[in-house]
């Protein structure tokens, strides 16, 4: 983690009005799920139980209760009521500096038009489309669960009739991605709009054959998951077990669910199959209007300011982790990422959490420091970059916290671990600058990326480790998933199997609970490293999180590499093999001057319609000309429609230049 310097968004508690105050307290009382005497004036929302995430449903509740535009980056979970009520009253009055929500949401005028893809989506797309290193055919999230005291009469067309509705009450379930990255919500009359359930039934097979059956379906959803640009972005099956067991199955496309979207799902899901007559409170909104509304955002002061704070830093970003390889990532081509789980009980999960209050710390921003550290200590230097995944919903309305959608973004993070830490201090500063980051989130990680990419000259991924917490998403939603669900029978959850397939991702570690307990997993392209490397890596992580249980775990010293950057830990610990780094594109050699024939002219004319700038010269690069790897897709795309010949994404990275694809569009060998 690095020190840096953000606006100071902390008010003056004596100036809030005590009725201000109250109201302030009385919505922490209902995001927090207590009574009013338990939410004292200048408690901080994270000592009285609150996290980043809740703050994002609290901050919702703020604005539509108070009509105050507060943005995110306005509420931290280190104020206290008194300090926020402070914050309320100086935007009421004007005589506060802080920035409002800078857009208010609309309903689209038309339903079923097209509309952009968010930029985390946009990555996803482009890795569909086999871009980018570590690419595969479908970004999905597989996952099944089981089920015990099955209804097998009644389940399936009880689980169909739940899906048809759900699909009708949130409308990103029906949609589609088009050709040119675009996506648009299939009218619920349109014969594939509704996902249609798949049921095997093995209730009268052996345990042996119901077994190898059950695996066959596991890698078959894991591997071939479901692509909204080519059918459904969901795929559902149910498997009927011997002795009234079953297995839910979803596979869910990560270009039209997140990990909070995931929760509603279900918990919508299961409500609809409990209950033939259960209706769901209406939305106001959907998914694309929340988009569709955000294409004003680069147009406002406050992203504009975001933007600068991000790109006044990258030029001092280190590198990513360098973790040791056995394989180059730009030439393995992997179907499936390998995982590694572990769980923490109930009890010592409660802890755990008990312990990061009483420091002032986010159990999250607790995990994100024991990553780091263990990071570190695999790679053999203490300053790296990586990347986060947020779940960034900007609190237009009332109904985006019960929307289904891919909401979130990624923010990259800068680690610059101190020699010699206690681990309460490391933790302390994870907050500390994870809260910096969040308060200029308008800006997202992957718009940091391509222009940290631009300004190192590559097209590989530039923070390929990754680190994911959804902790506090049930305390969030204010509920959890149900442990019965009418014909399904008992939800148990603890009994559960999945697989992640996230394009540019080498190492992701993911942080959630389930039933209380604590899950901690690495998701990881297997065909990088070597298995002990990342037995290593997962077991150091484990033993930091199971030592934070105690309070001599807070207090004790962490063990970190004298090495700052990699440069010196590679003097001091050679290593043989490959490193997990960024290294430039390399040039393409061509002769500089204008465009040489018939071939170039047609790459430069389509550039400079596209780009809207001029095009002269062939050892231009299209990224450097303000290109994005969407925008790539469309060109390429466009110069097939025409005739002039297929170029794949991933053979255009290596020489994107007017010269270089004119060269690959002559070469059909090389496609």
Not at 433 to 457: F, K, N, P, Q, Y
Request: aromatic share 6%; hydrophobic share 45%; proline share 7%.
């Amino acid at each position: 983690m690095t020190s840096s310097s953000a606006p100071d968004h902390t008010a003056d508690a004596s100036t809030a009005p005590a009725d201000l105050v109250n109201a302030v307290r009385a919505v922490w009382a209902d995001a927090l799920e207590t009574d009013l005497a338990s939410v004292p004036a200048h408690a901080s929302f994270l000592n009285l139980g609150g996290d980043s995430v809740l703050a994002v449903r609290m901050a919702a509740m703020l604005r539509r209760r108070m009509g105050t535009p507060l943005a995110l980056a306005d509420v931290r979970v280190e104020q206290s009521a008194a300090q926020l009520a402070a914050l309320v009253h100086e935007r009421s009055t004007g005589t506060g500096a802080l920035r409002p929500l800078p857009l208010d949401l609309r309903r689209r005028e038309d339903p079923d038009a097209p509309f952009p893809l968010l930029p985390l989506q946009q990555g996803y797309f482009v890795g569909q489309q086999d871009a980018w290193e570590l690419s595969y055919r479908s970004a999905h999230h597989y996952v099944d669960i089981g089920l015990e005291d099955v209804d097998a009469d009644e389940a399936p067309e009880a689980l169909q009739d739940a899906l048809e509705r759900l699909a009708e009450h949130q409308a990103v379930l029906r949609a589609r991605v088009l050709p040119d990255g675009r996506q648009r919500i299939l009218p619920l009359d349109d014969p594939e709009a509704i996902p249609q359930l798949r049921v095997t039934d093995l209730r009268a097979a052996d345990e042996e054959t119901a077994a190898a059956r059950l695996a066959e379906i596991r890698h078959e959803m894991s591997t071939q998951g479901p692509d909204p640009s080519q059918g459904c972005g969901l795929d559902m099956r149910l498997t009927l077990m011997p002795g009234d067991r079953a297995r839910l199955h979803s596979s869910t496309s990560l270009l039209i669910i997140d990990g909070w979207s995931s929760s509603v799902f279900y918990r919508d899901l299961f409500a609809l199959v409990s209950d033939y007559n259960a209706v769901l409170a209406p939305l106001d909104i959907d998914y694309g209007d929340y988009v569709t509304t955000l294409r004003d955002l680069p147009g406002t002061q406050a992203w504009q300011q975001d933007r600068d704070w991000w790109w006044d830093r990258l030029d001092g970003f280190p590198l990513p982790p360098t973790l040791p390889l056995v394989a180059d990532p730009g030439e393995v081509r992997p179907t499936l990422m390998g995982t590694r789980q572990a769980v923490l009980d109930p009890q010592r999960w409660s802890a755990l959490r008990r312990l990061c209050t009483e420091h002032g710390v986010t159990p999250s921003a607790a995990m994100f420091a024991a990553f780091a550290a263990a990071v570190a200590r695999a790679c053999g230097h203490r300053r790296f970059l990586l990347n986060t995944l947020q779940l960034n919903r900007l609190p237009l309305h009332p109904d985006v916290s019960r929307l289904v959608g891919a909401f979130s973004s990624t923010m990259l993070l800068p680690v610059d671990l101190p020699p010699a830490p206690v681990f309460a201090d490391l933790a302390t500063r994870a907050q500390q600058d994870i809260g910096d980051a969040l308060t200029h989130h308008l800006i997202t990680g992957v718009e940091v990326s391509r222009e940290l990419g631009r300004r190192r000259g590559t097209h590989r991924p530039v923070a390929p480790v990754v680190f994911q917490s959804t902790l506090g998403v049930d305390a969030a939603l204010g509920s959890e998933v149900p442990e019965e669900a009418g014909p399904l029978g008992e939800i148990d959850l603890s009994s559960h199997h999945q697989q992640l397939r996230t394009p540019q991702v080498a190492l992701e570690a993911r942080l959630f609970e389930l039933r209380g307990e604590l899950v901690v997993a690495f998701s990881l392209v297997e065909e990088l490293f070597a298995a002990e490397d990342v037995d290593r890596m997962f077991g150091d992580l484990m033993a930091t999180v199971e030592s934070l249980v105690e309070p001599d775990g807070w207090s004790a010293l962490v063990e970190l590499p004298e090495a700052v950057d990699a440069e010196q830990a590679e003097t001091t610990r050679p290593a043989p093999g490959r490193r997990l780094s960024v290294p430039a594109t390399t040039a393409d050699g061509a002769e500089q001057g204008p465009p040489r024939d018939e071939v170039e002219r047609a790459v430069a004319a389509h550039w400079q319609k596209l780009l809207d700038c001029a095009v002269d010269e062939r050892t231009a690069d299209f990224f450097a000309l303000g290109g994005d790897s969407l925008l790539a897709v469309r060109m390429l795309a466009s110069l097939a429609r025409e005739g002039l010949g297929r170029v794949t994404p991933r053979r255009f990275l290596r020489q994107p230049t007017v010269a270089g694809l004119g060269a690959a569009l002559r070469e059909p060998d090389e496609r």
